[in-house]
C-alpha cells in the first residue's frame, strides 16, 4: 500500500504497516524537555519511582527558556535538572548553547526517527524526516523511562508549494500563510508534509521554519521528505551517517492536498492575538512598534540574522524601538560574529542576547509594558505571551522585523532591501 | 462519575498562555500557588470566584499552544472537575487525560455563563440544569478511556509496570 511520510515512518519504526488512524506504541529515539517543562516530568517519575531513562544518550534536558536564569525559583529548577541528568547519565544542554529545537536539529534530529519533546515546537524536526511530536511533562517523562510512547497516526494534510519566492518574501511568509488557510485548529490531530519544488530548493534554514509552526495549525506533526538538502546539513554537523532518504509513496492517501503558488506571495504578517489572524503586510504598513525581537526557534538561525544585518547594517535601529537579537544556538552566534552580522547589529543600535529562547515566552529579556507593541519573528502572538496581557505581538519574517527596528512602524521590507538578500 | 456545578464561560481559542501564563514561569514547581492565577488572563475573577465542582466552558480549540501540562494541572488543582469544549487543541487533550481531569467535547453553545450542569461521564449526558437541556457528549478515543480510568498516565504505568494502552483500532 502506498504510505504518507507520517505512516511510513511510523511503519519502519513499528515494524509493521501502520496506517492513518491505528493507535500505536512506537519506540522513542530522541525525548527532550526543556527548564519549564521538564521539572515536571522529574517529578512524575519520581512519584511513580521510575527514576531512571532508557537511552540515556538521547534523553536530553535543555536549560533555554529562562537561561540565564532571572529568579531563584528557576536557579533551582534548573539546579534539580543538573542532577537528574547527572544522575540518570542523560545529556543536559546548559545556559548560552541555545533554543532546544534549534540543538535538536543541529545534534540529535535524523530521518526516520521517532523524537517526543516536553515542547509544542519539537514538529521542528519534522524538516529534517523525522516524526516528531510535542507532548507534556507526563507523556515525556515515561517515554523517557520506557523509550516507547503511545500514539494515533495521524491523517496527513499535504501542503504543496510551487513558485519562486519573490524579493523580500521568506518561509516565514510561506508558512503564516498556510496557518492563515487552514487556521489554528485547522490541522488538529494531523501531520502536514510539506511538498512540491519551492520546499526542495529549500535550504534547510527555510525548512525548519516551516516545520516549526505546524503546531500553529494544530497539527501533530510537520514533515518533510529527506533529501540532498538533508544529507548535507547532517554532514555539515558531522552527522552525514545519520542520513537516510526518505519520502511519501506515490499514490499516498492524503486526507487533503493543499496546493500554494508562492510566485505572487507578500511579506506576511500575524496580528494579535492569534496566529491565524493573517495580513498582508500592506494591510498593516504603518503601525508603530516598540520592540522588535528577531530570534527563537522559529527563525534565529543564520540566515535569518543575515537578512536583519544587511537591513540595518550602517544605519540605525528608530529612537522608538528596542530591538532584540537572539542566536538560535552557539553555533550559530559564532558564525553569526565570524560573519561580521554580530557588529554591524550592534553598531545599528540592537541588544544581542545569549542563545536561547529570549523574550519568546515572556519570562524575561523584553517584557512589554501596558499598550506596548512589539514585532517578533517566533511562532506566537497570544495574548500575554510577552509576559503582559495588555501587549500586542505581531509576527512576520525577520525581514519585516528588521525592517520595523529600521522606521519604528510595521514597513513593507522590500523598500529597504537594496542588497543581494532581496533576492 | 456524576458531577454537579456551575458553568465558567470562555471563548474559542484559549490559549494555555491564557491558563498559566509565561510571566508566573517561575510559580511552575509551585502548582499550588499558581493555581491562585489559573486563566488569570482570560477571566481576572476567575480563580478567585471558581467553587469546587464547576466546570469551565470553551469554544473551540480550546487549550491552544504550549505544551505546558502544568494548564490542565492547575484547572483540576482549583477544583474544576471538567473541562468542555466544543473542540480540544491535541497536547492539552492528551495532558489532561494523563493528570486526570476530563475533558468533554460538545456543543458548548447551549450553555451560558453561570448555567447550572449536572454530568454523567459515564453515560455521556450533560444536563443544563438551568435551560432544562440535554447534551450529549462525543466519546473519548479508548486508550485516552483506559488511562482516565487508571487515574492518569502515571498511574497507569505504575500499576501495569507498563505501557499497555491497547494497540489498534
Ligand atoms: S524559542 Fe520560543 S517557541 Fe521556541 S522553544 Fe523557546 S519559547 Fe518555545
Known amino acids: ?80 535538572l543538573r542532577e537528574f541528568a547527572e544522575k540518570t547519565g542523560s545529556v543536559l544542554s546548559d545556559v548560552g548553547a541555545g533554543v532546544c529545537h534549534q540543538l535538536i536539529a543541529e545534534d540529535f534530529g535524523a530521518p526516520g526517527q521517532v523524537i517526543i519533546g516536553a515542547d509544542s515546537h519539537t514538529c521542528m524536526a519534522g524538516a529534517l524526516g523525522a516524526f516528531a511530536t510535542g507532548m507534556g511533562s507526563t507523556d515525556v517523562a515515561i517515554g523517557m523511562a520506557l523509550g516507547k510512547t503511545w500514539l494515533r497516526v495521524p491523517e496527513t494534510i499535504r501542503i504543496n508549494i510551487t513558485g519562486k519566492l519573490p524579493a523580500g518574501v521568506f518561509a516565514k511568509d510561506i508558512v503564516l500563510h498556510v496557518i492563515g488557510i487552514l487556521g489554528a485548529d485547522g490541522a488538529t490531530y494531523k501531520a502536514l508534509e510539506f511538498t512540491g519544488e519551492t520546499v526542495a530548493e529549500m535550504p534547510m534554514d527555510d525548512r525548519l521554519t516551516l516545520s516549526n509552526m505546524a503546531v500553529e495549525a494544530g497539527a501533530k506533526a510537520g514533515l518533510i521528505e529527506s533529501d540532498s538538502v538533508t544529507k548535507s546539513y547532517l554532514e555539515q554537523n558531522g552527522r552525514g551517517q545519520a542520513f537516510k532518504p526518505l519520502k511519501a509513496d506515490e499514490g499516498a492517501d492524503y486526507e487533503r492536498i493543499i496546493d500554494i503558488d508562492v510566485s505572487n506571495l507578500e511579506p506576511t504578517l500575524a496580528a494579535p492575538h492569534t496566529v491565524d489572524n493573517v495580513r498582508t503586510v500592506g494591510d498593516l504598513q504603518g503601525t508603530a512598534v516598540d520592540q522588535v525581537f528577531i530570534g527563537s526557534c522559529t527563525n534565529g538561525r543564520l540566515s535569518d540574522i543575515a537578512i536583519a544585518a544587511s537591513i540595518l547594517k550602517g544605519k540605525q535601529v528608530a529612537a522608538s524601538v528596542r530591538c532584540r537579537v537572539v542566536p538560535s544556538s552557539r553555533k550559530i552566534f559564532l558564525e553569526a560574529i565570524q560573519a561580521g552580522y554580530i557588529e554591524q547589529l550592534v553598531e545599528a543600535g540592537a541588544v544581542i542576547l545569549a542563545p536561547g529562547c529570549g523574550p519568546c515566552v515572556g519570562v524575561h529579556e523584553g517584557i512589554l509594558g501596558d499598550g506596548e507593541v512589539s514585532l517578533n519573528t517566533s511562532n506566537r502572538n497570544f495574548q500575554g505571551r510577552l509576559g503582559n496581557p495588555l501587549g500586542c505581538i505581531y509576527l512576520g519574517s525577520p525581514a519585516v522585523a528588521a525592517a520595523a527596528a529600521l522606521t519604528g512602524v510595521i514597513t513593507d521590507p522590500r523598500e529597504v532591501l537594496t542588497n543581494a538578500h532581496g533576492r | ?15 494555555t498562555d491564557h491558563i498559566a501564563p509565561g510571566r508566573l514561569f517561575h510559580l511552575r514547581s509551585n502548582l499550588p500557588e499558581l493555581a491562585k492565577h489559573v486563566l488569570e488572563d482570560a477571566d481576572p475573577e476567575f480563580a478567585d470566584k471558581v467553587a469546587p465542582g464547576d466546570f469551565v466552558v470553551g469554544g473551540k480549540n480550546f487549550g491552544l499552544g504550549s505544551s505546558r501540562e502544568h494548564a490542565p494541572t492547575i484547572i483540576k488543582l482549583a477544583g474544576v472537575s471538567a473541562v468542555l469544549a466544543k473542540s480540544f487543541a491535541r497536547i492539552f487533550f492528551r495532558n489532561a487525560v494523563n493528570v486526570g481531569l476530563p475533558v468533554i467535547i460538545c456543543d458548548t453553545d447551549q450553555i451560558d455563563a453561570y448555567d447550572e450542569l449536572a454530568i454523567d461521564l459515564s453515560k455521556g449526558i450533560i444536563y443544563n440544569k438551568t435551560k432544562s437541556l440535554e447534551l450529549r457528549t462525543s466519546p473519548l478515543p479508548k486508550a485516552m478511556i483506559r488511562l482516565l480510568d487508571d487515574g492518569g498516565l502515571a498511574a497507569h504505568v505504575s500499576k501495569h509496570g507498563d505501557l499497555v494502552v491497547d494497540e489498534g483500532e
Open chain 1, 1 to 80: 500500500m502506498a504510505l504518507t511520510l507520517a505512516e511510513k515512518i511510523l511503519s519502519q519504526r513499528t515494524g509493521r504497516e501502520v496506517r492513518a488512524g491505528d493507535t500505536i506504541i512506537a519506540p522513542v529515539d530522541v525525548a527532550l524537555g526543556q527548564d519549564g517543562t521538564s521539572p515536571l516530568a522529574v517529578k512524575q517519575l519520581e512519584s511513580i519511582g521510575l527514576e531512571k531513562v532508557a537511552n540515556p544518550e538521547n534523553t536530553v534536558f535543555f536549560i533555554d527558556h529562562a537561561a540565564p536564569s532571572p529568579r531563584k525559583e528557576l536557579s533551582n529548577d534548573h539546579k534539580m
Open chain 2, 1 to 15: 462519575m456524576r458531577m454537579e456545578g456551575k458553568a465558567w464561560k470562555f471563548g474559542d481559542n484559549i490559549s
